[in-house]
């Protein structure tokens, strides 16, 4: 119902600007996949390799496609991502916690 | 009969399985029989057509999950009657240990996924924009996707029954039991699929609600004015947006494991089935407070109206949802303590849980403290609310035992537990949504349900929900285990198992008593003439009963929270009467068939996932993208409602 009058107050956005970000996206996403087929290196490196591709991942869809910095009225989104932000990083590390079963080891 | 029919009959409609499988064949043919005729006899296909398989209009959306809900509290309800009756004795075979199985099975998926939550959304659906003065949700089209692709979902999940074999892997359904090696044939694809289509829908409902809330609210309700309800459905869908990806992401993984052979969750080729149970849980137990908390809101609504006083400490209140939404990502691992994860995990974990008891505690002196010299009327959702109280109470103390990871290698897995988180859901989220469901329900249809059949349901469903439950928590003490579906008559537990039956049974007998207040206030229930039926306090109380499609012909401006309360006490109800000069079109959502046929084809598609028949997904996900490729070109998706319209609807209504 609202979005008519949104797309007239922001304008459209070149077509680039999706384009660039699809192929980033795709990339980040081969380079990856490539890397966990091939076992080019050994485990401990491919993890903190693939964590950085999966970060540089979430930037490219928030500001290529979510269009993070733009927005009008009080900035919920930020209060929102700032949310699943924190979300996202305790369940990733609590899992790490949970499932490394490290008392085993003892 | 000739060798291919036998062979078909007996491969995908499970003829050999014996006479429920017939006598559900038969019942479904005969309703779809009946169905198809009426509509044919009273030429009804184009009205069903028109006016709901291609709405967009939130409270009819609301009215179909509500119908949806209720049908799946009676399948679910079956598939309950049916385990308890397998375990009324002992060494009984009314049930062999396969169908009990899927029975468990398919009880909890449904109650909790295809019961609770379209409950939950029927209530978002019908009450959200009236309450924060909206004229619909921000996002209509994908509210009708949403509401499709659960229906869809469900529907996949239940044709599993007569066609290809439930799953029967328990409604967690971990690997490897429900792996490719142990779990051969559809059954379990069934169930991931059909979470999996419900589960897009159900994402979509969130992201919807949220932006409804935190965009569309009339002017001057700023978000410390908002009803209750309305917070409680914040809170939830917060809670939704970021637990349900972690339910996509294991069913789509151990579907990966079962028809493509990946090793996610075996224990060889380096897969972890425990990961499975971790990830599952990291959406199950926030899914647990995406289920109670719109039942919260909904009990502080009828708090203050049956009390007849401003609910008590609402600042408090608000803060205690928010506290719950968050603790609810920190408890996950007390679902699997036994795991052996660490003193230390279990530690963080058994103190997260109990903590939740403290804001949940907040709410309940709360309600208590606003019934506190209120002039209380027991209306029937008061009086579910009522029964509310002490039955969530004692739940929530039997949940603060669980948590204590010590005792947990007592309980897990008992029967206590199983009375226990029947207690939290029963009622929390059953009494919840049906006190929802009388609150409202004069605002949806325009009539109240009937008191005294609505009165014997309560009764009947409150005393058989305690001689029910309540042995379940004796029988776990005495060591009987979940899911066992026949025990020897030497261990003790004759006489509670066959008293938990009975209480099973009481609780049918109310929920046709339900049934039966449906049908008889249809015709002989009292009519809403005001729309102000229960003397409110919110604004969705200021609107005739039925609402006209655009809820309000002008948006109202808040100057206080329950403000229709408020204006009533100041003498300023003309305020939101508006005078025909001050009506300018309304601007609205047209209808779409295509929410409906796009689902339909995620249905196509899982349906062939389900029995691995390619080409027949590659078509349904072909259809999903046609669908979605004509959406994006479709510009002329609104229309306006000429004044003249809406001055002859509220002049018919009495309005102007």
Known sequence: MERGAQTTQHGHHSPTLYIVGYVLSLVLTAIS?????????????????????????????????????????????????????????????????????????? | MPQWLHTFGDQYLMWNEGPLIWISDVLILLTGFGIVFVLTYFKKWGWLWREWLTTVDHKKIGIMYLIASLLMMFRGGVDALLLRTQLAVPNNHFLDAEHYDQIFTTHGTI????????FIFALFNIAVPLQIGARDVAFPYLNAISFWLFFFGALLFNISFVFGGSPDAGWVSYPPLAGPEFDKGPGENFYLLALQISGIGSIGTGINFLATILKMRAPGMTLMRMPLFTWSVVATSLVIIFAFPALTVALALLLLDRIVGTHFFTMAHGGDPMMYINLFWIWGHPEVYIVIMPAFGVFSEVVATFSRKRVFGYTSMVASLLLISVISYFVWAHHFFTMGAGADVNTFFAVASMAVAIPTGVKIFNWLFTMFRGRIRLELPMLWTIAFVPCFAIGGA????????????????????????????????????????????PKMFGFKLDDRLGRYAFWFFNIGFYVCFMPQYA????????????????????????????GAYLMGIGFLFI?????????????DV?????DGRTLEWSLPSPVPHYNFAVIPTVTSRDAWWEMKQTGQIQALRPSADEIAPIHMPKNSGRPFILSACFFVAGFGFVFEWFWLAALGLLGVVICLILRAFEYDDEYHIPPHEVVETESALGRL
């Open chain 1, 33 to 106: 996949f490539v890397l966990a087929l091939t076992h080019a290196m050994s485990l401990g490196p491919t993890m903190w390799i693939l964590m950085i591709l999966a970060g540089l991942q979430i930037l490219v869809q928030l500001f290529f496609f979510m269009h993070v910095t733009e927005g009008d009225g009080p900035p919920y989104h930020s209060v929102t991502l700032l949310i699943g932000l924190i979300f996202t990083f305790a369940i990733c590390l609590m899992s790490i916690w949970i499932m490394t079963f490290h008392y085993q080891s003892y």
């Open chain 2, 111 to 118: 109650m909790i996924l295809f019961m609770a939550m379209p």
């Open chain 2, 398 to 441: 039997t949940g603060v035992m669980l948590a204590a990871a010590p005792a947990d290698y007592q309980y897990h897995n008992s029967y206590f537990l199983i009375a226990h988180f029947h207690q939290v859901l029963i009622g929390g989220v059953v009494f919840g949504m049906l006190a929802g469901m009388y609150y409202w329900w």
């Open chain 2, 475 to 502: 029988l776990g003490f005495m060591g009987m285990q979940r899911r066992m579906y026949v025990y020897p008559a030497d261990m003790g537990w004759n006489t509670l198992n066959l008293v938990s039956t009975i």
């Open chain 2, 515 to 527: 049934v039966a207040q449906v049908l008889y206030s249809i015709k002989y229930g009292e009519r």
């Open chain 2, 530 to 534: 005001t729309g102000d039926i229960w």
